[in-house]
């Protein structure tokens, strides 16, 4: 039977290893990670989480959308990961976009923005853009387009209602027309691929 000595000389740790194996009480717990600044712009994957629902009226398909049958609100639930090395690579969001509402279309036509902001993003269009080019690069043929995609996020923070804690939330892409997009893109440029783009074929 294996036994744990706490007499372990310790003066021959270093960076997580020691002389006997490896040494994790230096670990951060398990979900405790430093909140991303107020504005950090950085490039992100999404990950859709299915929620099961369709409506084919609505184009819904595939099972990416999700229902809350306590609200009746449509909207896909996604996890945003941190790309770009560094402190905060790897590092997960979590956020809703917004599909459909029973109460106001206000949160359908946020989510209907933040959808072709992500697209204008990972395809390297300016959100002024209404070439033919940029025209076809916002469209999808289902939300499964929408998962894997990489785009530039500016990252914001706000109060969890439930637990009162700090969070970062994604509510905004960002485009190749602003400042900020230089430096984080994928180098995609619209125009500038030898080849046609699968979302333009």
């Known amino acids: 039977m294996m036994t744990y000595n706490n007499t ?3 003066s021959h740790t270093y960076n997580g290893l020691d002389h006997n194996g490896l ?9 405790v990670f430093d909140v991303i600044p107020k504005g950090t712009v950085a490039r992100v994957i999404m990950t859709i989480r299915p929620g099961g629902y369709d ?15 306590n609200t009746g609100s449509i909207y896909l639930s996604c996890e945003y990961s941190v790309l770009e090395q560094g402190e905060y690579y790897g590092q997960r969001i ?15 036509t946020m989510g209907r923005s933040m959808i072709r902001g992500i697209l204008d993003s990972a395809r390297g269009f300016s959100s002024k853009d209404e070439s033919i080019g940029a025209k076809a690069a916002r469209k999808i043929k289902g939300f499964g387009d929408l998962n894997g995609i990489e785009f530039v996020a500016r990252i914001d923070v706000e109060k969890d209602k439930d637990t009162d804690e700090l969070r970062n939330v994604i509510k905004a892409a960002v485009t190749k027309d602003q400042k900020d997009y230089a430096g984080h893109d994928s180098g995609y440029y619209a125009g500038t691929s030898s080849s046609t783009a699968s979302w333009a074929r």
């Open 94 to 108: 979590w956020g809703f976009i917004g599909l459909h509402s029973p109460k106001s279309d206000v949160w359908a």
């Open 8 to 10: 372990t000389n310790m």
């Open 55 to 69: 409506d084919p009226q609505r184009n819904y398909t595939g099972g990416w959308a999700t229902l809350n049958p």
């Open 23 to 31: 040494d994790y009480n230096d670990a951060k717990p398990q979900g």
